[in-house]
């Protein structure tokens, strides 16, 4: 007969037990190892496959030698294995300077020297490499998520430091998690002094070089499937708190890159030099607004992208909160673009007129790039386009009609809109879209309406940018998702400028009003449709709460700058703080903080040991019958000095019973589970020692 598997509960409970048995270097350093895991956790996402595994794979090894109380392998299996390491980096990032492949390094050699510690100072030099591990995660993320994080990890390596350094004993987990948060907690008001008074600078103190691998979100390249492969994407892109009445989430078009060339299969931007946007010399042109505008301010994540988003139409560019040295300039076309790519959390104000035109009103050379195509390519769209031109023009009508009769074309027949709509090869790709397939995203219905007014003598262009987003109900801030990325075009008309379409709006109007509802609207989409309704509600709130936790965050600490610190020392009475004043009010208040430190210290060290106590009034009542001893005697050498003297052996007995229990009671092994039985049993003790009665005796009855 097969013997019943072991219960998972008991499995367990032989775990714990094995655990327990574990001699004290093996626990500390599974626990080491634990914490050393929960810092590189954060990074698996950032770092090579090989290195999240080789790490990951080091940590498992010197976990199973601990566990099973195994030697450690030889320092020359360690040397080659990090060869191979130094090697890995090389081949994959073709160095070992800079940020990825120097995070790359120290993961490895966290896991290498977990396995070659071998005494104090292998450990302190583990220490390091964690806290530098901790470090390097902010490198990545600044989110309320990581910090939250990395304060669990380092409240673990401070625990194993405080450890590191407490005497041969069996001091159990609970206190010297206890010891841990008493000293973060008499750090925390210098840290927050420092914090608020330190003096800011207007730029970085350090900074890392970009890359434009790391970019995220929209490009100044488009083609077709670009935009559609960012509807995956649920990270946020920006937040928008509106200093008035919201517009309609129909009407909410987030202008970013203006796409002008187009060559068959990629749309791309007129070039502009840096040079051109640091003079101004691009700037729009004969643009009118009416009615009242729009206020509101935006809090832009990192993109390693020069673009800064905007309602239409946007009074003037923007004033950059948190990227240094970066000024931004309105084009011509009203996109608003930075000096340099955005690769800091960013805040700016802005104000925007939906009701506007723009653009020169009479036909110009200027419009020579808005109008070309590639020769030869999708016949049968310049086809079609040529057609709509001759029937507006045998009806004696203009752009207006064309654009009408295009819209009416997608709104009419069988186009469907996808968000997986595949892929289009060819150089004949919008040919295959309008007259073969008929399905796709929003940039393929951008530019094929842009084609067919090219191809009918219409100046047209691709405006990409972001269209809705969703208000979070809790902090009541308006988030606007990469989900949102949308395409739409512009055409220019004789006496009006360039007026917005947007085609996308003709063949599925309801994307215009789901904008921003992706975990609501798109479950199959984010592989949520394995969650019942009531579950995708619970993510969307978790997400919501999510959402709002980062924005305060990033309101209140990320861009606590060099304005929020000024306006805070306004408030305090000094209208124009120079460095002496800010460093005389940072070293005063952190004076008083380390004061307050001091005397929390002063009042830690006067609280008396229960244990202490006791021993002291039983050695005090000892003391009044003529048994002197010191606070270094142990109980068990006052008790054998006790059993010569002459007091009455009843009341001998009593109290080396007394002074056992208190021996016991110190130095037995901790059990947590008695714990609360061992400190009602040291009340008991307390209240013995007060009865406690001592007679003198005869000589001779000891």
């Given at each position: ?10 499995s ?6 094995h655990?327990?048995?574990l001699?004290?270097?093996?626990r500390?350093t ?5 914490v ?24 498992a090894?010197r ?15 360690l ?12 081949l ?6 800079g940020?990825d492949p ?18 104090r ?9 964690g806290?530098?591990g ?10 309320a998520?990581?910090?939250g994080?990395?304060l669990?990890?380092?409240?673990g ?11 041969a004993?069996?001091p159990p987990l609970r ?8 000293l973060?907690?008499?750090g ?5 002094v420092?914090?608020l ?14 890359s ?7 490009s100044?390249q ?7 492969s960012?509807?995956r ?7 928008v ?10 009407e909410?078009?987030?202008r ?7 060559n ?6 007129l ?5 051109a946007?640091?003079a ?7 643009v009118?607004?009416?009615?009242p ?6 809090t ?18 923007p ?8 000024e ?6 009203l996109e608003?673009?930075a000096?340099?790519?955005i ?15 723009y ?6 050379p200027?419009?020579?790039?808005d109008?070309?195509?590639?020769p ?16 507006a ?12 009769a ?9 186009f ?14 919008i040919?295959?879209f309008?007259?073969?397939r008929?399905?796709g995203?929003?940039?393929?219905y ?9 191809a ?6 691709i405006?990409?940018?972001y ?22 075009a512009e ?10 379409a ?13 904008s ?14 394995a ?14 709460l999510?959402d709002?936790?980062?924005n305060?965050w ?11 610190q000024?306006?805070?020392l306004?408030k305090?009475?000094?209208a ?26 002063v ?16 050695r005090?009542?000892?003391?009044q ?7 270094s ?13 002459a ?14 229990a208190l021996?016991?009671?110190r ?6 589970d008695?714990?609360r039985?061992?400190?009602?049993r040291l ?19 000891n």
């Amino acid at each position: 007969m097969q013997a019943a598997s072991p219960s998972p509960l008991r499995s367990t409970a032989r775990w714990l037990a094995h655990l327990r048995s574990l001699p004290r270097d093996a626990r500390d350093t599974l626990f080491l190892l634990a914490v050393a895991a929960i810092t590189l956790v954060p990074l698996a996402g950032h770092l090579p496959g090989w290195a999240v595994a080789g790490s990951g794979a080091l940590l498992a090894w010197r976990a199973l030698l601990a566990w099973r109380s195994r030697p450690l392998p030889s320092r020359w299996w360690l040397a080659l294995l990090l060869m191979l390491g130094v090697a890995g980096a090389l081949l994959q990032f073709h160095t070992i300077f800079g940020r990825d492949p120097g995070i790359t390094l120290v993961s490895l050699l966290l896991g290498l020297k977990a396995l070659e510690t071998r005494n104090r100072r292998d450990a302190y030099v583990l220490f390091y490499l964690g806290f530098f591990g901790v470090s390097a995660n902010f490198l990545y993320s600044q989110s309320a998520l990581t910090a939250g994080w990395m304060l669990l990890a380092t409240a673990g390596w401070i625990t194993a430091l405080v450890n590191a350094n407490l005497p041969a004993g069996e001091p159990p987990l609970r206190q010297r998690l206890w010891l841990t948060t008493k000293l973060l907690a008499f750090g925390t008001p210098a840290m927050v002094v420092l914090f608020l008074l330190f003096p800011r600078f207007a730029g970085p103190l350090w900074a890392l070089p970009s890359s434009a691998s790391n970019a995220t979100g929209l490009s100044d390249q488009m083609d077709a499937g670009s935009i559609a492969s960012l509807a995956r994407d649920d990270s946020v892109a920006f937040r928008v708190e509106f200093l008035g009445p919201r517009p309609p989430e129909r009407e909410l078009y987030w202008r970013g890159p203006v796409l002008t060339l187009f060559n068959g299969r990629q749309w791309s931007p007129l070039p502009v030099s840096p040079q051109a946007i640091s003079a101004r010399l691009d700037q729009p042109r004969n643009v009118r607004t009416e009615g009242p505008g729009i206020r509101y301010a935006v809090t832009l994540q990192p993109s390693q992208q020069p673009f800064v988003f905007a309602l239409d139409a946007a009074k003037g560019p923007p004033v950059l909160y948190g990227q240094p040295q970066t000024e931004v300039a309105q084009l011509s076309n009203l996109e608003l673009r930075a000096s340099r790519p955005i690769t800091r959390l960013t805040r700016y104000d802005i104000t925007s007129y939906p009701r506007f035109s723009y653009g020169p009103r009479r036909l110009s050379p200027r419009f020579e790039a808005d109008l070309q195509l590639p020769p030869g390519d999708n016949p049968r769209t310049v086809a079609l386009g040529e057609q709509f031109a001759r029937q507006a023009q045998a009806d004696g009508g203009g752009p207006l009609q064309v654009a009408q009769a295009v819209l009416q074309m997608f709104r009419r027949e069988p186009f469907h809109y996808s968000l997986n709509p595949g892929a289009y090869p060819g150089r004949n790709q919008i040919d295959d879209f309008l007259f073969d397939r008929r399905v796709g995203f929003c940039e393929h219905y951008a530019q094929a309406f842009v084609v067919l007014l090219r191809a009918a003598g219409i100046p047209a262009r691709i405006v990409t940018g972001y269209q809705g987003g969703r208000e979070n109900p809790i902090d009541h801030t308006w988030v606007v998702r990469q989900s949102d990325a949308h395409a739409w075009a512009e055409y220019w008309v004789a006496g009006r400028g360039w007026l917005r379409a947007d085609p996308t709006a003709m063949v599925d109007p309801s994307r215009i009003d789901r904008s921003g509802q992706t975990l609501a609207a798109r479950e199959p989409l984010l592989g949520i449709a394995a969650f019942g309704p009531r579950d995708a509600v619970l993510l969307l709130r978790l997400r919501n709460l999510g959402d709002a936790l980062n924005n305060a965050w990033n309101q209140w600490v990320l861009d606590y700058g060099q304005t929020r610190q000024n306006n805070l020392l306004r408030k305090l009475g000094m209208a124009q703080p120079n460095w002496a004043q800010l460093s005389a009010l940072a070293v005063a208040a952190l004076s008083l903080a380390v004061s307050l430190m001091g005397l929390l210290l002063v009042w830690e060290r006067r609280k008396t040991d229960p244990w202490n106590a006791a021993y002291a009034a039983l050695r005090a009542r000892l003391s009044q019958a003529g048994i002197a001893s010191s606070p270094s005697d142990a109980p068990a050498a006052l008790a054998a000095r006790l059993r010569q003297s002459a007091l009455a052996p009843a009341a001998v007995t009593e109290a080396c019973a007394l002074l056992d229990a208190l021996d016991r009671w110190r130095y037995a092994r901790p059990d947590a589970d008695r714990a609360r039985s061992e400190r009602q049993r040291l009340r008991q003790l307390r209240r013995h020692i007060a009865r406690l009665r001592l007679t003198p005796g005869f000589a001779g009855q000891n």
